[in-house]
């Protein structure tokens, strides 16, 4: 070959590796380093992780001078095979922990500028001072496969799929959340108010559940319902007595209707959520607690 290009690699370059948020953060900083510095470079994913990138197997290892490994721990064969496949690069890694300083993974690099390793100081790692994103919506996401009592109405387990496949393709923070309280689960909530702590702190939720629904208005956050059994059922109805119109029937279910309502929610169905809220607190009460104390009250004694 002629000329310097460098191929950046690490953990979220092999086949069975992973990517994760730091991984990705420490790659950006070296990606913007080389770019200050107009030096070429080409970066190589997991086809688990970015199908359409540059892979492994599309490498020609004599296209680069240098080979560089981001991030992560230096051990392990997949690291050390690094060393015989491009053998004719030089070799340097950053940003990594070195576990074992002769590990053949570790000694095979030409250099390594570390993040810890045995006898040195500690450097910050890369992710640290990366070039910082655009923020992206923060979405709960309560889903039910339940409510057998629906019977043949049932398309709970459509509609979650159908739901799930969408919000893979959208540029969003997912959090999974349950409705039900457990005292001795610690991945859930006990109380109610921890679980609406958790809302409060949210974007937007999608839901295909009442309550979710419900609880998520009463903090004043848009939300995404749709109703998981055919013809409509209490999830319709109560978006109805919220007079929320975020709702899609599962009928109606498809990336139209959807794209639809999350724009809105969250633009204009952010004053929309905050506005219910306020219902919920001043206006005068609408749910069945008057017609109990009523009937209650009314009863003969003895």
Do not use: N
């Amino acid at each position: 070959m002629t000329g310097q290009r460098v191929l950046l690699t690490g953990w979220f370059s092999f086949l069975d590796g992973e990517a994760t948020a730091g991984d990705v953060l420490a790659l950006r900083r070296v990606e913007q380093a080389l770019a200050r510095e107009g030096l070429p470079y080409d970066t190589v994913w997991s086809p688990g992780f970015q199908p359409e990138a540059l892979h492994f197997a599309d490498v020609r290892p004599d296209a680069y001078s240098h080979l560089v490994f981001v991030c992560g721990p230096l051990h392990g064969p997949q690291v050390a095979r690094l060393h015989d496949e491009f053998r004719a690069c030089w070799r340097i890694a950053v940003g990594v922990s070195v576990v074992d300083p002769d590990d053949p993974a570790a000694t095979g690099f030409h250099l390594v500028l570390p993040r810890d390793a045995p006898g040195t100081d500690p450097a910050l790692d890369l992710s640290a001072s990366a070039p910082i994103g655009r923020p992206t919506p923060v979405v709960g996401v309560i889903l039910t496969y339940g409510q057998q009592e629906y019977g043949s109405r049932r398309r709970h387990g459509e509609v979650a799929d159908a739901v799930t496949r969408w919000l893979a393709g959208k540029d969003c923070a997912p959090v999974v959340l349950e409705t039900r309280l457990d005292t001795r689960d610690w991945r859930l909530d006990s109380t109610p108010e921890q679980f609406q702590s958790v809302l409060a702190r949210l974007d937007c939720v999608v839901t295909d559940r009442l309550h979710g629904l419900v609880l998520a208005l009463r903090t004043g956050v848009p939300v995404l319902a749709v109703d998981p059994v055919a013809g409509g059922a209490k999830v319709t109805a109560q978006a109805r007595a919220c007079d929320w119109p975020a709702l899609v029937p599962a009928e109606r279910l498809d990336a139209r209707q959807l794209d639809r309502w999350w724009d809105w929610c969250l633009t204009s169905g952010r004053a929309a959520a905050r506005q219910s809220r306020d219902e919920f607190l001043h206006e005068p009460v609408r749910d069945g607690v008057p017609g109990l104390v009523e009937a209650l009250s009314g009863r003969p004694s003895g």
